[in-house]
């Protein structure tokens, strides 16, 4: 009966194998695009790329009324004008996401550098026991080394961490109340949970503060006053191995530790919470120096004047923000390209009237996450909208940007493709005098699927040249069927 | 853990070899840890409220075995339903009851209210109830001699294959089987190994391919279209049926391996010739309780015409009930309930033949009448409530409607559904394991091969939970 089971096993085996070439050939690539889109942002990665910059939300994030609206990554590349300066931004992503994307750059990639964004919340409760991290995880089933349908074999029999929304609340719940401090923290209270409660009825009871302050004081301990533990806190590995595998690779890995609202953290939250933030960034620095990274030290680059986010704690910063942090990371860079820094400086508002986009390049206008190679009108990228990302790459500007003379009328004009059936894409030119919007839309003139078509459309400005405060240009698409828009030209006159 | 999940196969094999290496005498203590095991990897205190009924229903058989007669015994058998149906009300009814009172106390402008419960429901807890109810009343009846050995009959309670949804099995069958010291053979291995491998098939690639589809339709009616809506409808049919069919084959291949045969729960049911029928080949093991512990009970068919409805009519709407706490199961229930009297009715009036050849067209167009009436039904199943079951039949026959969506359903979906519905057709009156030991070997290997590459390529990804896990 044995040698029965052992021959009916081997048999199985190469049926596997041969199933696992017949999946590889015909069923993975569309899988990866199903279950695993993230792996098109490492092969839009030029295989000529001499710096990788790998990041999340704090790269791309930027606020309607920058005028360089690009992202961190891109400012880094002003800095050294020979280097070619690639990244990889997947918001919400953390070291773990980080070290999956890493192993899939393939090895012609001429990489000799990868940036790696630290930042100090992926290591608290919140961001490790995050809701998103079910959906992230499965992501990543996909990608991990090994036979494609061994791969799918664990993500069809859910072998990554799944947890209910309740769930993670509860991991959180526990973390903060069990999770404790050590006198090398210097903090008088037991856990993060009871730090809090301190914290918050302090500005509850000052009679001029609102409960939005309050909450936020609280928020601030909740998302900083935790002590890293270098042996049980997952993110610690990651990055450790994200160093191995850039020595594997020969990559010189920078750590960029990101700037994080001290001011702010110790206007509400005292100056214990800003000592703890320091202790922790320092016990980075020091650790992942040891083990062979270079760590760029961005802590306190960013005044809180250039945080987006009021209300809450996010390491979005506006366009000044952003300059800081490439700037830092591009003289810390000099270590290892000496000969190609370039002493750039931020880009200044011009008036200007004509404008022109063929998302090729992650550009100062904006909502750059719909750009995508699914279609393009010409070179490989459009932007793509449908009821997930409903608003399309377009023009935001402060209209003191453009001449006083070329405020009366706007003529926005591209190329567009129906994917799909039915979609009810809109172009929409918004005004604002600084307290009202004036919406206006124009219904694009093909609904049903088919070629690249040109689309032209004149709309006026609503308020008096004078008045015209932010403008917003760009197609709306709230169907689950998709548009792609390409070669956008908008021009104001 | 799901069966359908890693644990669950990593979990079997290694609770299977520990079987078969450890001498007969202690497997039970294998397999009562591994079930308690199972159990709590969903929420581990719960396990109280399963050796909480295992010790009632424990002492009250031996007590009254040891009684004289039905009288005597009556506390005994009281304390046992009172625990079992007890937890039942606690978990599953409470905030029904009290959402239905507190309605009527507002509607009587009194100023009462009772509380709401936070409590989860603990998976499984209507099949092991039951399950341990019926040892009770047999005992009671004294047809079933008391079990003296406290881990064999915790082990009876919580055996983890047919745990959390079935097949709620009798102990004079289950027992036996689990004090037997099986030995391990290549047949029983193969054959459970088959049944597992089609469970996973219709559950994995079939049921929760098709959830997708059917939360849509649910969530939002109103987005898609009447022909949208009656697929949706359609849909939930081979949901709930491939999903609840796979779990009872996954639980019967499991228990195979070990030498323990399990109960059928499912034998082809939509091509049932009517509802009568339809009841005994779906969750066959809740119908034959219901007829032996309620329907029998109330006189079965030995009474008056009139009596002898409203049995009928009590046993559907009690089924209904034991599904969920909402106004919605106690009409489905009750549709059945209906419908079957109907039958009953035309059936005497229109005598059909005794025998109808299986796929013949008289057995097509009743099988046909048959489905579609179940499949209408399910929407009060499927339904949050019953204005949400009643707009969706409005909807699913509003054709003039202009709906915002509409289903995208990839090609891979209706080939799977092709091929489960080929092999459902094949299947009739017979089982997987069967059917596919009766084909050669070139054949039997291109199925397996079939199987387990849609099983792994074509499963999907969403983690979608046993529906009957919530009842």
């Not at chain 2, 079939?450 to 046993?466: D, K, M, Q, R, T």
Request: glycine residues 6%.
């Amino acid at each position: 009966m044995i040698r029965k089971i052992a021959i009916k096993t081997a048999i199985l085996f190469l049926l596997l194998v041969l199933m696992n070439e017949v999946y590889r050939r015909w069923f993975f690539e569309s899988d990866l695009q199903q279950h695993s889109p993230v792996i098109n942002l490492v092969r839009q990665v030029p295989v000529n790329s001499d710096i990788l910059y790998v990041g999340e939300s704090s790269n791309l994030t930027y606020r309607d009324d920058d005028f360089d609206k690009r992202p961190i990554s891109e400012m880094l590349g002003d800095f050294y004008p020979g280097l070619v300066v690639s990244d990889i931004t997947k918001p919400a992503a953390h070291a773990g996401i980080y070290k999956v994307l890493l192993q899939q750059v393939p090895d012609s990639a001429s990489v000799s550098t990868v940036v790696v964004t630290c930042n100090l919340r992926s290591f608290n409760a919140e961001w490790i026991y995050s809701k998103l991290e079910t959906a992230l995880q499965k992501s990543m089933v996909l990608l991990h080394p090994g036979p494609p349908l061994f791969n799918r074999f664990l993500l069809s029999f859910k072998a990554y961490d799944i947890r209910s929304d309740k769930e993670r609340e509860q991991q959180v719940l526990h973390a903060l109340r069990n999770e404790t401090f050590d006198e090398y923290a210097g903090v008088p209270y037991k856990n993060t949970l009871e730090w809090k409660d301190a914290v918050a009825p302090k500005w509850r009871s000052a009679s001029n503060v609102d409960e939005a302050t309050a909450i936020l004081a609280g928020q601030y301990v909740i998302t900083y006053g935790f002590q890293i533990d270098t042996l049980r806190n997952p993110r610690i590995r990651d990055f450790e191995d994200i160093i191995k595998l850039g020595k594997k690779r020969g990559w010189n890995v920078v750590l960029n530790i990101m700037a994080e609202n001290t001011q702010k953290a110790g206007e509400l939250a005292g100056e214990e919470l800003v000592g703890l933030i320091r202790k922790n960034v320092r016990l980075l620095e020091e650790y992942y120096t040891r083990r062979g990274a270079l760590v760029v030290n961005n802590l306190d680059m960013v005044a809180d004047s250039c945080f987006i986010d009021r209300n809450w704690t996010t390491e979005h910063y506006t366009a000044p923000g952003r300059w800081k942090v490439a700037q830092n990371l591009a003289s810390h860079l000099k270590k290892l390209y000496p000969e190609a820094y370039f002493d750039a400086q931020p880009v200044q508002p011009r008036p200007e009237a004509h404008f022109f986009n063929d998302f090729e390049g992650l550009s100062w206008w904006g909502r750059n996450e719909t750009i995508s190679t699914q279609t393009a009108w010409s070179g490989t990228h459009s932007s793509i909208v449908s009821k997930e990302k409903p608003y399309s790459a377009g023009l935001v500007l402060m209209g003191l940007w453009i001449p006083d003379t070329t405020r009366s009328k706007v003529r926005i004009s591209f190329m567009y493709r129906i994917l799909g059936n039915p979609v009810e894409a809109t172009v929409v030119f918004e005004v604002s005098d600084g307290s009202n919007y004036k919406w206006q839309g124009v219904p694009l003139d093909k609904k049903e699927p088919g070629e690249w078509e040109p689309y032209t459309a004149v709309m006026s400005f609503p308020f008096d040249p004078g008045k015209v405060g932010k403008i917003k240009v760009y197609v709306y698409n709230p169907a689950t069927a998709a548009v792609a828009v390409d070669d956008m030209e908008i021009l104001f006159y | 853990m799901l069966f359908n999940n890693i644990e669950f196969v990593i979990f079997l094999p290694v609770v299977v070899i520990f079987y078969y290496l450890l001498p007969g005498r202690y497997r039970w203590i294998l397999l009562l840890a591994a079930s308690y095991f199972f159990y709590m990897s969903w929420k581990a205190e719960y396990i109280f409220l399963i050796v909480g009924s295992t010790l009632v229903d424990y002492f009250a058989g031996l007590r009254m075995e040891r009684l004289p007669d039905c009288k005597s015994r009556r506390p005994w058998l009281l304390a046992s339903l009172f625990t079992n149906l007890g937890l039942l009300f606690t978990f599953k009814y409470f905030n029904f009851a009290a959402g239905n009172l507190n309605q009527l106390f507002d509607s009587l402008h009194l100023s009462l209210q009772l509380p709401h419960s936070d409590l989860l429901l603990p998976v499984g807890i209507s099949f092991y109830t039951f399950q341990t109810l019926s040892y009770s009343i047999d005992v009671y009846y004294g047809k079933q001699k008391a079990e003296r050995h406290l881990g064999y009959f915790a082990l009876y309670v919580a055996y983890f294959p047919q745990l959390v949804a079935g097949p709620i099995e009798r102990f004079s069958r289950l027992s036996p089987q689990l004090k037997e010291r099986h030995v391990f053979t290549y047949e029983n291995l193969v054959n459970g190994l088959r049944l597992i491998l089609y469970g996973l098939f219709i559950k994995m690639v079939i049921a929760d391919n098709l959830s997708g589809f059917v939360d849509k339709i649910y969530a939002a009616p109103e987005q898609y279209g009447a022909s949208d809506i009656l697929l949706g409808i359609l849909f939930y049919s081979f949901q709930i049926y491939s999903d609840f069919y796979g779990y009872s084959v996954i639980a019967i291949g499991s228990a195979l391996i070990m030498g323990v045969r399990i109960m059928d729960n499912f034998r082809t049911p939509y091509l049932a010739k009517n509802i009568a029928e339809f009841w005994q080949r779906w969750h066959i093991s809740l119908s034959t309780w219901f007829r032996d512990y309620l329907y029998l009970p109330l006189g079965g068919n030995r009474v008056s015409s009139v009596r002898w409805m409203v049995n009928i009519l009590a046993v559907f709407v009690v089924s209904g009930f034991w599904h969920g706490a909402n106004w919605t199961f106690l009409i489905w229930g009750g549709l059945y309930g209906i419908v079957y009297l109907i039958e009953k009715a035309t059936g005497k009036l229109v005598p059909l033949p005794e025998q109808v050849k299986p796929f013949s067209p008289t057995h097509l167009l009743l099988a046909g009448k048959t489905f579609i009436l179940v499949t209408l039904i399910w929407v009060f199943f499927r339904s949050q409530s019953l204005p949400d079951a009643l707009e969706m039949f409005r909807l699913a026959f509003d054709w003039g409607r202009q709906p915002a969506d509409s289903l995208q359903i990839s090609s891979v979906t209706w080939w799977m559904m092709g091929l489960f519905l080929t092999t459902d057709i094949a299947l009739y009156n017979t089982r997987f394991d069967e059917w596919v030991a009766r084909r050669n070997t070139l054949i039997r290997w291109s199925i397996y091969s079939l199987i387990i590459f849609c099983v792994i390529v074509f499963a999907g990804v969403e983690n979608f939970p046993f529906i009957y896990f919530q009842f």
